[in-house]
């Protein structure tokens, strides 16, 4: 008896043209990587079909890339975005600039970490004395314990620093966040790949969207050792209310924009260096 034919695998030009028409900006870039990366073609029309559907392609191949990296990505678990590179990119000057006066590598600390994307992203780039990450979400939490292991990174999972080990205080060299800055109002109008399929909590930000980057702020000066660097992520638009949130917290506070990653970072220090 003839053994049964395999699903016809589709071929790239097809894949293109589903994806456009789901309204997928990058449509050959992502039909390039679902063909690398499925397994068969029964995978392959399954992947289709949900990325069709709407589902962020980070969570169908399970990994999104970030600062060159691969980073594993849940299903549940907020997806690494480009202009958050920037905020890594500010971290590590930050930390090259401290090696290069003679400073001995401190305590990195991710917080509202996600997958750990930003952490693990650093660590990868310059030495650093111990690296931790906290996140209240569970689901975050299991993702970037999974990311930062191969680094040696610890994860903890609760309230901004209430998740941290209290020997940490004063002691942090750097503090890097990606805390969510979306005002609630303005959440309805997100692509519905992140108001559907990712969590609220790591995009909705509170009235003004600056509720979270008050509270870590408003506490950073406790954790930070008298050297240390607060970098946080924040739309160009809310660039000013944060900066005056780390001027009121007795932070020196600098703007920093890219427009090739179309990010924006507040970065504030203990003192001016």
């Not at 930390?95 to 994307?117: I, M, Y």
């Not at 998740?163 to 805390?179: C, D, E, H, M, S």
């Not at 909590?201 to 979270?212: M, Q």
Request: glycine letters at 10%; hydrophobic letters at 45%.
């Amino acid at each position: 008896m003839p053994r049964p034919e395999s699903p016809a695998r589709p071929v790239f030009g097809e894949i293109v043209t589903l994806l456009r028409a789901a309204g997928c900006v990058f449509a050959e870039d992502e039909a390039q990587l679902l063909l690398s990366e499925a397994s068969g073609p029964a995978k392959l029309t399954e992947w289709i079909r949900r990325r069709v559907s709407g589902e962020p392609l980070e969570y169908i191949v399970g990994w999104a890339g970030f600062c060159g990296l691969r980073i594993a990505v849940d299903p549940g678990v907020f997806v690494p975005r480009l202009r958050t590179e920037l905020v890594v990119s500010e971290a590590v000057t930050l930390l090259r600039k401290n090696r290069t006066a003679g400073a001995e590598p401190g305590a990195v600390v991710d917080l509202c970490c996600g997958s750990g994307a930003v952490g693990v992203a650093v660590a990868s780039q310059m030495p650093v004395k111990e690296l931790h990450a906290a996140d209240i979400d569970s689901a975050a939490v299991e993702c970037a314990r999974r990311n930062l292991a191969t680094i040696g990174g610890q994860v903890h999972q609760g309230d901004l620093y209430a998740g941290l080990p209290f020997r940490l205080r004063a002691q942090v060299k750097l503090i890097v966040v990606n805390a969510p800055y979306v005002p609630t109002d303005v959440l309805p109008t997100m692509p519905p790949e992140a108001r559907i399929y990712e969590p609220r909590i790591s995009l909705d930000g509170g009235p003004d969207g600056l509720s979270l980057h008050r509270r870590i702020i408003g506490d950073a000066p406790e954790w930070l050792d008298p050297d240390g660097h607060l970098v946080i992520e924040t739309s160009e638009r809310q660039a000013a209310g944060t900066a005056g949130i780390m001027a009121a917290a007795g932070l020196a506070a600098r703007t920093v924009h890219s427009e090739e990653l179309d990010g924006t970072v507040v970065v504030g220090t203990r003192r001016l260096v």
